[in-house]
């Protein structure tokens, strides 16, 4: 079986709705993955998460490198056994951590992180990889493209990425070219790895090129020819919403059809939409569990921008969090009560936000799926 | 219909299984009651408790009427309405905190509370009530024997409990007979309010005298032979478990029969047992919780002491907390993943160790109820 089936191609959009299929049962793009950093999903049981309906889960390579290590996971049956999650497990490769918190300035630019405890942790870049401080010891790491497949190959995801050097938008046009080149040598150096490892797992590419159009054509074109299943759009998209779209168009055009595409760490509400109409079949994203930690709220009640549940008009409310949500949360729970949690700082608050965040994400992606399969995706989502 | 039915006496101890009716149905005892002091179970939803079988709540008089306010609540439908939750709940006067942290030392005696940063609160005792601080915003707040019944009137609670003064051990007997005078003229003025009121809650004496028999022979009597349907055991009960043993044998032996007895604060498992021996009909404790989120797990493959699931020896443990428990944590995740949780700091440890350390105090008290009820409590408890 072919790792990817599209069932239904837009004719107003490049949206597609598919089936991605892995170790862990079909997985129905397009869709999001929620993001269990270090395993688990934060305040939220993968018994909740299953609970919810959430397809996919997404981990990280670089942080449970660093604890508790990929061969205690595989001891403990991969991800999957270890979180006890018996549906799809993405893992990135640790391109994007290792990266970003020695340039220390492309988590800011992507995921609007500042003054991270684990910046500047970044000792030598090098052909052969990078060399870095764990920020939980101080103790010297590498991690090679090699190396990077390996510890995938023990946490046992059902897709796998590339090791990649996720360069900051602020770097001049000559490192990014540069880094690219090494990122696309890194690409073939995974890809026989995970041949030598003889490993079933998806191994999706990722396309670098930053903001240039003439570097993101040859990356594109790169990753799209190599033999991976799956695709990733990484990289700095650029510094405003706009300009991720005209890079995202740009390199979508030029994709070939027949594999799916992840873009990563991105998850506001009208991004899914315009990415999906680019063609665009999952996403990832902490938005909805840091949100939530935060208490902002995603609800149908204000569509284009995130309830703030600690407001104090909040105080009397007594409707749920979202009245068209039917996740259990919503329909057990008040504004007024999780307001309150949020006072009387209770974690339970963090924990019933998170769960409606995902829950809100989880529906909002079933429906644009929906709408895509009944040929009513621009209409009901792009012209809204 | 009497409020307290008694189903079995045991004809070897004090023990006895009965039923409470509320009126939010019938509570079977020996029961524990676990502690959402501020209208939530710490990191466990009330859903997750209705689905570990938890009996009733107890929650806090004194913290719910300094946040989010007594009126707020009543408007929200009282605590049931705003908790979520439809079984019954208890709620203690207050009396315990106002003082507690005023004497800044019944804290430290009763429960193991030390440099609480809300100690040294209390600004005047007197016949009138009880003068202290907010610990939120500095305010200057009044709690009385009338207004703590008017508080918990508005809270909802199906069971409350009468305004004491709580006395520490280290104060003078003269102070502690002074004390507990004054104590049992407040019980007749709390039993006046509740009466002006109209109240349907079920209100319940507190039994006091320290550590002194005379006082507590007083006490118990004064207490019996009031109105209150339950009757409560508070107060210093030593420094040492065999002295609380003391003063509860003491004081239960002069108990009258026919009303359920709460033995307040009390959750140790042995102390439950010896509780139950003397005629104890509830508990409650923060100690399933407070130590669940120390990493500190009831489990029945150490029964004496709490497992430390911290401890490096469980890194590699795939089985659960406690292999004889059938809650969901112990049916779905192992030693390993929870003593990683902590590791990381993540706060998803401390609501799986919450949930089965719930768990597990429910399922104890069930088997002890069954026990009485089946003529085998000190065989299978006392003696083992």
Redesign the interface.
């Known amino acids: 079986m072919s790792f990817f089936t599209i069932q239904s191609s837009s004719q107003k959009s490049r949206a597609r709705a598919g089936i991605i299929h892995t170790l862990h049962g079909h997985l129905k793009t397009p869709c999001f993955m929620t993001v269990g950093t270090?395993?688990?999903?934060?305040?939220?049981?993968?018994?909740q998460l299953q609970e919810i309906g959430v397809p996919v889960v997404l981990c990280n390579t670089y942080h449970l490198h660093l604890?508790?290590g990929e061969d205690?996971i595989a001891?403990?049956g991969g991800l999957h056994g270890?979180?006890?999650w018996d549906k799809p497990i993405f893992t990135d490769s640790g391109g994007y951590q290792v990266f970003s918190m020695g340039h220390g300035s492309v988590s800011e630019e992507i995921k609007g992180i500042r003054n991270h405890p684990e910046r500047r942790s970044l000792l030598k870049i090098s052909e052969d990889g990078a060399v870095f401080r764990s920020y939980l010891d101080g103790s010297q790491k590498v991690i090679t493209p090699e190396s990077s497949i390996q510890i995938q190959h023990k946490l046992g995801a059902d897709m796998i990425a590339v090791f990649d050097e996720c360069t900051p938008f602020h770097v001049e046009k000559t490192y990014t070219r540069k880094s690219m080149e090494m990122t696309h040598r890194w690409l073939d150096r995974c890809i026989a790895e995970h041949k030598r490892l003889n490993s079933q797992q998806a191994l999706y590419g990722i396309i670098q090129g930053g903001v240039y159009e003439d570097l993101r054509e040859i990356s594109t074109d790169y990753i799209s020819k190599s033999e991976t299943p799956g695709i990733c759009i990484g990289g700095s998209l650029g510094q405003t919403k706009e300009q991720m779209y005209e890079v995202v168009d740009f390199v979508s055009a030029r994709l070939p059809k027949e594999k799916p595409v992840h873009l990563l760490g991105i998850g506001d509400l009208d991004d899914i939409v315009r990415g999906v109409a680019m063609g665009m079949d999952s996403f990832d994203c902490v938005a909805p569990t840091r949100n939530a930690r935060h208490g902002r709220i995603f609800s149908s009640e204000i569509p284009n921008k995130k309830m703030q549940i600690t407001n104090a008009a909040f105080?009397?409310d007594?409707t749920p969090l979202d009245k068209n949500c039917d996740c259990?949360v919503c329909q057990?729970?008040?504004k007024?009560?999780i307001h309150?949690?949020f006072?009387?700082k209770?974690?339970?608050g963090?924990?019933?936000c998170s769960y409606h965040n995902i829950s809100f994400l989880t529906r909002f992606m079933e429906r644009i799926r929906e709408s895509v399969l009944e040929g009513r995706f621009e209409a009901e989502f792009l012209n809204a």
Do not use: D, W
Request: aromatic letters at 10%.
């Open positions: 270090k395993a688990n999903v934060k305040t939220v049981s993968s018994l604890l508790p205690l001891e403990m270890f979180m006890h105080r009397h007594t259990r057990n729970y008040s007024s009560y309150y949690l006072r009387a209770e974690a339970l963090m924990q019933l």
